[in-house]
């Protein structure tokens, strides 16, 4: 906005420009407007359109003069000169000439590959926000972070109310809360969804309906950033965007950008766009939270363009909350709500590889986890729940809901109608980077956003795996710039450092090389047992190095303990070489000798 203009909505320059909803000059505005003052009817010289062309050239037709106006084809709105046009409901509007929609201040940059994938969303999106009834029995998984799960404080036969910490951090992490009012029947063992099932300790709680709980005292927004990084940290915030990174670590250095991610790219999932439909203000009074403890000047906030009443909704609660944050609307491209994806779209900067955002000044959170943040500062609430996309053609009810944590998914999918006869697959997230569950026995955690029930036609397009054509769809499509196939055959070959020389842990797994890829190879699945196996063997090579490490200060105890006993052996042996050494010795014998010859001295 210009300085000296009193009115926010501002959007233009030039003297005797219009302000939206007839407004007119703003007072103390100083010419800075980016519209152009209409031109009257009649009046000096007629109004041109900016994109006519001359007669004779391509696409002179469409830009002839109109019958309302000579000169302008006055019954059309030109939009962004892009030719998007729309009819105007009167004459009397005719000669106006306007864009739609101000210009974004923020042109997202283009990002290299991804794929335009049908998102299946209106299901889910249909019924609003809903509150998914307390289940019979709650399981909270001990670590719901990234890092090391959580050492139990409570036992069997306890009774914690909401927001009691039931399991605290050894090191890294982040604390886990009673979701509800509950009894603790068992402690118990058991995997977490994914391939490898790591077994996790795992709280069986039975809820008993009461309504106390344990909040901690709420906080202003203005706090020290060193406090609002430690109440952050109590509260057990983590990425909910997937990742499930605590967020007080990641605000520990200053940033001189934050992003809020609400670019929601992958197919079936609407979590993210239900929440900011329902909660933008919550969201956007979360954005200043998290830029006043990470000490971030400017703060972007990232929607997809299709996410039409999302926008309006941050919009507005900007507008509302006086807030100077950035809304920019992304394309609905996958993946470009990755982070890295991103950070290159809204600011141009691209992360190092092997690097991270915080290397380039940036820091990225999910808009679920500005708001959990804004609860925790304002309310003093624990993260105790989270907004979980169940949709699919195999559910009856699609929807999103505000979930508890620890919800088993069966009783999530009960709360959604139940399966129907067509589903044939369980996903825990999307359809791209998902998990396939066993049973709907999991629950959820702070990092899951969806429950997806797929029938057959929805599963991806398989077939036999043929052999690779060298056509370079994969590299086309891969968002991280790397040539899948010389990572395929390196990976093949048992060749795998040359595929870590080569970029594959900056593959995202995001699964577009896998629908691009002609002859059916599961690519996607290679690099992920490529990277499993080269993580084993970075852990077996740590460990050797400890063993060997170990062995080696052994070793060097051993010889400096040998070396001093020889130092002392030695000294001695001086000792007693030495005359005054010789005479001690004679002196101690006589003495000895005398001893035995006195009979006094056995008495």
């Known amino acids: 906005m210009p300085a000296g203009c009193a009115d926010r909505r501002h959007p233009g320059r030039g003297p005797g420009h219009r302000h939206p909803g007839g407004a007119g000059r703003g007072p103390g505005c100083r010419g800075r407007c980016r519209r152009r003052p209409a031109r009257q009817l009649g009046a000096a010289g007629p109004a041109r359109h900016p994109r006519r062309r001359a007669a004779g050239r391509r696409g002179a037709a469409r830009y002839r003069p109109g019958p309302r106006n000579p000169g302008v084809r006055g019954d059309l709105l030109h939009r962004g000169h892009e030719g998007r046009h729309r009819r105007l409901p009167g004459p009397a509007q005719a000669a106006v000439h306007r864009p739609l929609t101000p210009a974004p201040a923020v042109r997202p940059h283009a990002i290299h590959g991804g794929l335009v994938l049908e998102g299946h969303k209106a ?16 399981l909270l998984p001990l670590r719901q972070h990234a890092g090391p799960p959580c050492r139990p404080v409570v036992g069997a036969g306890d009774r914690v109310v909401r ?8 090191g890294a992490g982040a604390p886990v809360h009673a979701p509800l009012a509950a009894r603790v029947l ?19 709680l039975e809820p008993s309906g009461g309504s106390e709980d344990a909040l901690l005292p709420p906080l202003p927004a203005d706090a020290d950033p060193a406090m609002l990084r430690r109440r952050i940290a109590e509260a057990g915030v983590v990425g909910l965007g997937g990742a499930g990174f605590p967020t007080a670590e990641k605000l520990g250095a200053t940033r001189d950008i934050l992003v809020l991610n609400g670019a929601e790219c992958e197919p079936w999932i609407s979590c993210d766009d239900a929440l900011l439909r329902a909660h933008a203000g919550e969201v956007v009074r979360g954005a200043r939270v998290l830029a006043r403890a990470a000490g971030a000047a400017r703060v972007l906030l990232a929607v997809e363009d299709d996410m039409r009443e999302a926008l309006s909704a941050c919009h507005a ?11 920019v609307a992304v394309p609905a491209r996958y993946p470009a709500g990755g982070e890295r994806q991103l950070i290159l779209a809204l600011t141009g900067r691209e992360v190092p590889r092997g690097g991270l955002p915080r290397d380039i000044g940036v820091v990225v959170f999910n808009v679920a986890t500005a708001r959990a943040a804004w609860r925790a500062v304002a309310l003093g609430e624990p993260l105790l729940e989270r907004v979980v996309t169940v949709t699919g053609p195999g559910v009856a009810r699609p929807g999103n809901y505000r979930v508890p944590l620890g919800t088993p998914v069966a009783h999530l999918v009960e709360q959604a109608g139940g399966y129907t006869p067509a589903a044939a697959r369980l996903l825990l997230g999307g359809p791209m980077m998902g998990q396939a569950l066993p049973h709907d026995d999991f629950p959820i955690g702070k990092t899951h956003s969806c429950v997806l029930v797929l029938d057959a036609a929805g599963l991806r397009p398989g077939g036999d795996e043929m052999p690779c054509i060298r056509c370079g769809d994969c590299a086309g499509a891969c968002p991280s710039r790397l040539l899948p196939q010389q990572l395929l055959w390196q990976a093949r070959a048992g060749r795998l450092e040359d595929a870590r020389g080569q970029g594959l842990f900056d593959c995202i797994e995001c699964g577009c090389c896998d629908l691009a890829c002609p002859s059916h190879i599961p690519l996607t699945e290679v690099f992920r047992r490529a990277k499993g196996e080269l993580l084993a063997a970075d852990a077996a090579a740590a460990d050797a190095a400890a063993a060997k490490s170990r062995f080696e200060a052994r070793q060097q105890r051993l010889v400096r303990e040998a070396a001093e006993r020889e130092a002392r052996l030695a000294a001695r042996k001086a000792a007693a070489a030495s005359p005054e050494g ?3 010795a004679l002196e101690r014998a006589r003495a000895r000798r005398a001893a035995l010859q006195d009979p006094d001295a056995h008495e």
């Open 163 to 170: 927001g009691q910490v039931v399991a605290v951090p050894e």
């Open 186 to 204: 068992a402690l118990e063992s058991r995997p977490l969804p994914g391939p490898a099932g790591l077994p996790v300790p795992h709280l069986l």
């Open 317 to 327: 609660a900007v507008d509302a909350e006086n807030e100077d944050i950035e809304v």
């Open 123 to 138: 299901a889910a999106m249909a019924g609003g926000l809903r509150d998914c009834a307390p289940p019979p029995r709650l």
């Open 582 to 584: 010789v005479a001690a």
